[in-house]
């Protein structure tokens, strides 16, 4: 997947979680979430930008690992809504998944980066 294609759907995550964060009921727990849920899942997508602009290899694997978390983040209040029966399985479930799916990608993409970043430095030494 190219830095573009992941991009993309990273700010498909976060506009599909803006869709069901939106029916969330409004209660005291559902916008305690709701606030949550918006704050983590947009910061997958706003990271994962920060981490095509960055200046190092050092730099991109810290970013990658904000992602990661922010992700998880996501994954684990998308958790909740379904543990609470705040909205149907069925509607959350798709997006767990892909939280999940980008967790993965983050740390695959991370421990690609570290043997790539030691490969260059035993070259160089």
Not at 48 to 67: E, G, P, Q
């Amino acid at each position: 997947m190219t830095k573009e294609e992941l991009k993309q759907r990273t700010k498909n995550f976060a506009l599909r979680v803006i869709k069901l964060a939106n029916v969330l009921p409004n209660t005291e727990l559902g916008r305690i979430i709701k606030n949550q849920l918006l704050r983590c899942s947009t910061s997958v997508a706003s990271n994962y930008r920060a981490v095509c602009r960055s200046r190092s290899m050092l730099d991109f694997i810290a970013k990658l690992s904000v992602v990661e978390e922010e992700a998880d983040e996501s994954a684990f209040w998308l958790e909740i809504i379904i543990e609470c029966n705040l909205i149907k399985k069925e509607l959350v479930e798709p997006l767990l998944r892909e939280a999940n799916e980008i967790v993965a990608m983050m740390v695959a993409s991370k421990k690609s980066s570290r043997s790539n970043k030691s490969k260059i430095e035993n070259l160089k030494s």
